[in-house]
């Protein structure tokens, strides 16, 4: 998720108040604080598939997150800004060039869309109320799951992740529009009836994704723009965390991450059009960016890779609308890049 211009939030405020956050990198940096090695470096052009949204009057403004596959292969996208009455979460068959309205109601800001691996609902964080809800995959019967204090603080839910049983790790973007490090990382176990804070102090947490093997968590941290590493110990907690990469995006700051079935990290760029591409061992492989031509596009804030396949769909916003784009992912998708 990212972070809105003020009028955007001052418009939003009388719905639910939103901060949103982006992503920027020009020279990354490993944990050691040398430079990533660049030699490597390609530009991958995206190529547009379609315009799914406008600029809404109500709010101001579009914005496009959460793209996540479900079984049947279509895509599903939530609109962050999306008023009420408008498609909030939508559905898109990329073969055809074909959306439609999937959910809507007259509360939610959602920053992002997941499928769960335990139930097989889609999952959305609700930024605005600080809440978790659930769909039927196919839009029906809406659930919170989630509500209320963590730990004495309600949260600020950006971006989830499942693990293999389930549960959701969930980034708290908390002090995002003070730029006080109160963010945080939440576990919440997969009935909903226990929450716990894994991580705390943190600058804005933005993305969140296992790694390949679900040995540790990747997570974005947008008022340093950096992304930090935090190791598991196997029984719900953290066994370690460290600062992996560090994003160098000047106006641009780290938004949601992807992992493909390499362990690539895809970094998307709030502020920028574009995402980069790092491997575990934080050397930036690629920048994948739309063409100059697109005008009026200004954020890229998401990326699913179809599962099995190395086709990857990226969610672009700007005054010129709400756009997917397509390109040839460096390795095949899994769980970790499909959504959140």
């Given at each position: 998720?990212?972070?809105?211009?003020?009028?955007?939030?001052?418009?939003?405020?009388?719905?639910?108040?939103?901060?949103?956050?982006?992503?920027?990198?020009?020279?990354?940096?490993?944990?050691?604080?040398?430079?990533?090695?660049?030699?490597?470096?390609?530009?991958?052009?995206?190529?547009?598939?379609?315009?799914?949204?406008?600029?809404?009057?109500?709010?101001?403004?579009?914005?496009?997150?959460?793209?996540?596959?479900?079984?049947?292969?279509?895509?599903?996208?939530?609109?962050?800004?999306?008023?009420?009455?408008?498609?909030?979460?939508?559905?898109?068959?990329?073969?055809?060039?074909?959306?439609?309205?999937?959910?809507?109601?007259?509360?939610?800001?959602?920053?992002?869309?997941?499928?769960?691996?335990?139930?097989?609902?889609?999952?959305?964080?609700?930024?605005?109320?600080?809440?978790?809800?659930?769909?039927?995959?196919?839009?029906?019967?809406?659930?919170?799951?989630?509500?209320?204090?963590?730990?004495?603080?309600?949260?600020?839910?950006?971006?989830?992740?499942?693990?293999?049983?389930?549960?959701?790790?969930?980034?708290?973007?908390?002090?995002?529009?003070?730029?006080?490090?109160?963010?945080?990382?939440?576990?919440?176990?997969?009935?909903?009836?226990?929450?716990?804070?894994?991580?705390?102090?943190?600058?804005?947490?933005?993305?969140?994704?296992?790694?390949?093997?679900?040995?540790?968590?990747?997570?974005?941290?947008?008022?340093?723009?950096?992304?930090?590493?935090?190791?598991?110990?196997?029984?719900?907690?953290?066994?370690?965390?460290?600062?992996?990469?560090?994003?160098?995006?000047?106006?641009?700051?780290?938004?949601?991450?992807?992992v493909d079935a390499d362990g690539n990290l895809?970094?998307?760029?709030?502020g920028r059009a574009a995402m980069v591409v790092?491997?575990?061992?934080?050397?930036?492989?690629?920048?994948?960016?739309?063409?100059?031509?697109?005008?009026?596009?200004?954020?890229?804030?998401?990326?699913?890779?179809?599962?099995?396949?190395?086709?990857?769909?990226?969610?672009?916003?700007?005054?010129?609308?709400?756009?997917?784009?397509?390109?040839?992912?460096?390795?095949?998708?899994?769980?970790?890049?499909?959504?959140?």
């Amino acid at each position: 998720m990212r972070r809105l211009p003020v009028r955007s939030l001052a418009v939003l405020a009388a719905v639910g108040t939103l901060t949103l956050t982006g992503c920027g990198t020009e020279t990354a940096r490993t944990s050691g604080g040398a430079p990533a090695a660049a030699a490597s470096d390609r530009t991958i052009r995206a190529h547009q598939v379609m315009r799914l949204t406008k600029v809404h009057e109500e709010t101001g403004m579009t914005l496009l997150e959460g793209p996540a596959f479900d079984e049947s292969g279509d895509l599903l996208v939530v609109d962050v800004t999306a008023p009420a009455g408008k498609p909030k979460v939508i559905r898109v068959d990329v073969r055809k060039r074909t959306a439609q309205a999937v959910h809507t109601d007259g509360r939610g800001a959602y920053t992002s869309a997941q499928f769960s691996p335990h139930d097989g609902r889609l999952y959305l964080t609700d930024y605005a109320h600080g809440e978790v809800v659930s769909l039927a995959p196919d839009g029906s019967d809406p659930r919170t799951f989630f509500s209320g204090d963590v730990d004495g603080a309600r949260m600020n839910p950006d971006d989830i992740a499942f693990d293999e049983e389930g549960n959701l790790y969930v980034s708290d973007s908390r002090g995002l529009s003070t730029g006080d490090a109160h963010g945080r990382v939440v576990r919440i176990e997969r009935d909903g009836e226990k929450a716990t804070v894994l991580a705390e102090g943190l600058a804005a947490t933005n993305g969140i994704s296992f790694d390949a093997d679900y040995a540790g968590l990747w997570i974005s941290e947008l008022t340093q723009n950096r992304i930090s590493y935090l190791r598991l110990d196997g029984k719900g907690g953290v066994a370690s965390r460290h600062t992996a990469v560090r994003v160098d995006g000047g106006i641009a700051q780290t938004d949601s991450i992807a992992v493909d079935a390499d362990g690539n990290l895809y970094q998307a760029l709030h502020g920028r059009a574009a995402m980069v591409v790092y491997d575990k061992h934080g050397e930036r492989l690629a920048t994948v960016e739309v063409p100059a031509r697109a005008k009026g596009l200004e954020s890229a804030t998401n990326v699913a890779i179809t599962p099995g396949g190395t086709k990857a769909y990226m969610t672009v916003s700007g005054p010129a609308g709400g756009y997917l784009y397509t390109f040839d992912a460096l390795a095949k998708g899994v769980r970790q890049s499909n959504g959140g």
